[in-house]
């Protein structure tokens, strides 16, 4: 159920976006500003910690612009362009100004902190009240503490209630705690994600509830269409491991991609965009080096006894992707696929309690079988038909034939089987020819 139409922005989510005011999210938040749907808030504090944070994250960024490993990169037009038109001040300008546009048209107001007195906040320091707790670090709670307190004195005065968008903790110990009275009724609520409250306020628009609804539909019966969209772009994003030994990653295969969640962002009669998370499943070979019996050599001063091996693990990771589909005149047989926004990067943690050590002979033996120019168990003369049996002893009850390794007289052998792939597939050599020529 929406409880309040106002949202109150923490810095965080900005630097959780990378500054990237052309992200999908605060496109469909100023769409929902135009239509006078929401108010945006965030206080004065706020955005001097955004301008700061600018600052710090565009400075950091930009150092590693020249450090020595990119000189590989010297000999590209572009970026030298990029260097030569881009200097710091530039590039913090161009976020500055990217931001101060995102203000303006997404109408924030902001809330002040002048009427903020400092014992207030030191008492709450002293009593440990959020954004205060254990934590020996306290300098950065100070400038929540202030932005909490503006917060909740404007709650106050204007007897408005809001939800907070911030993945700090603290907030949302705030806003547990904001009783307003003693019937469990609060000023604030806690959101980790904005399109959860986007997702919300379409749902609560009536005229847009059909709308909303038809959209859900098509994004639940094209999940399979959506997921072989999304997995080629998966499987040749970035892949990084992370591990207690030294590891890398040098082989991908995805095998799967399931919706958890799907929220809309923006929605009308003949387009949407969702932000959806995703479970992806997939196979990852990872070169290891063990350090474990190492012994060092005092006379040659080296380490001595490291091993080198590979491993193949099965693994699940999370993403989230915004996808844009349409369906012109509002019809699902014109659904369509626009684009898909996806993370460029993933880290896969070699050290994963729940992945499964695979082997590709393991593999091979338990994933289903694709064997065509057959049908009803007999071979076609045209190479018409296929069909599906769950893994290699199902298929090889009809056809005995069947080898992963080796072709044989009336079959191929298993195409992909040298890799993992997400099935086996077997070819009547009457279909090989046919397909040859």
């Known amino acids: 159920m929406l409880k309040s139409r106002n949202l109150i922005l923490d810095t965080q989510f900005f630097i959780d976006k990378r500054f990237d005011f052309g992200h999908q999210e605060f496109i469909a938040l100023i769409e929902l500003v135009k239509q006078d749907l929401v108010s945006v808030y965030m206080t004065d504090i706020t955005v001097r910690e955004v301008h700061k944070k600018i600052?710090?994250?565009?400075?950091?960024a930009y150092t590693k612009?020249?450090?020595?490993?990119?000189r590989y990169l010297s000999i590209i037009p572009s970026f030298k362009r990029f260097k030569q038109t881009y200097n710091l001040e530039k590039l913090i300008s161009f976020f500055k100004n990217n931001f101060e546009s995102f203000i303006k048209k997404c109408k924030v107001v902001?809330?002040?902190?002048?009427?903020?007195?400092?014992?207030?906040?030191?008492?709450?320091?002293?009593?440990?009240?959020?954004?205060?707790?254990?934590?020996?670090?306290?300098?950065?709670?100070?400038?929540?503490?202030?932005?909490?307190?503006?917060?909740?004195?404007?709650?106050?005065?204007t007897k408005n209630k809001a939800y907070l968008l911030s993945k700090d903790n603290d907030w949302k110990l705030f806003a547990e705690k904001s009783y307003i009275s003693f019937d469990?009724?609060?000023y604030f609520e806690s959101l980790q994600e904005l399109p959860s409250f986007i997702d919300l306020v379409l749902r609560n628009e009536e005229a847009l509830k059909d709308v909303v609804n038809f959209a859900d539909k098509l994004i639940a019966s094209k999940a399979d269409e959506i997921a072989d969209y999304l997995i080629p772009k998966i499987q040749y994003s970035g892949?990084?491991?992370y591990s207690d030994a030294e590891t890398s990653i040098f082989e991908v295969s995805i095998l799967s991609v399931e919706v958890v969640l799907a929220e809309a962002l923006l929605c009308d009669r003949e387009s949407a965009v969702y932000s959806i998370d995703f479970t992806c499943t997939g196979i990852f070979g990872f070169d290891v080096t063990d350090y474990s019996e190492v012994i060092w050599d005092p006379e040659d001063r080296?380490?001595?006894g490291e091993t080198d091996f590979t491993v193949f693990q099965k693994q699940s990771f999370e993403l989230t992707a915004e996808i844009e589909i349409s369906y012109a005149d509002g019809l699902e047989k014109n659904f369509q696929i626009e684009s898909a926004s996806i993370e460029s990067d993933f880290i896969i943690n070699y050290d994963d309690d729940e992945a499964e050590t695979l082997t590709l002979e393991d593999w091979n033996n338990q994933i289903p079988v694709l064997v065509c120019g057959i049908q009803e168990n007999k071979i076609t003369e045209n190479g018409e038909g296929s069909m599906?049996?769950?893994?290699?002893?199902?298929?090889?009850?009809a056809f005995p034939e069947l080898n992963i390794t080796k072709p044989g007289k009336d079959f191929t052998q298993a195409l992909g089987a040298q890799n993992f792939k997400p099935e086996l597939r077997f070819e009547t050599w009457k279909l090989f020819h046919i397909l040859s020529d």
């Not at 600052?55 to 950091?60: L, P």
């Open 110 to 157: 902001i809330i002040s902190s002048a009427e903020i007195k400092v014992m207030q906040i030191f008492e709450d320091y002293c009593t440990m009240q959020p954004p205060f707790n254990d934590k020996k670090d306290k300098k950065a709670e100070f400038p929540d503490a202030f932005a909490l307190a503006a917060i909740l004195d404007w709650a106050r005065k």
């Open 302 to 304: 080296v380490y001595l």
């Open 184 to 186: 469990d009724d609060r």
């Open 239 to 241: 892949f990084t491991s």
């Open 388 to 397: 599906y049996f769950d893994n290699i002893s199902e298929a090889r009850k």
């Open 65 to 70: 612009l020249n450090v020595s490993d990119l």
């Open 55 to 60: 600052i710090d994250e565009i400075g950091t």
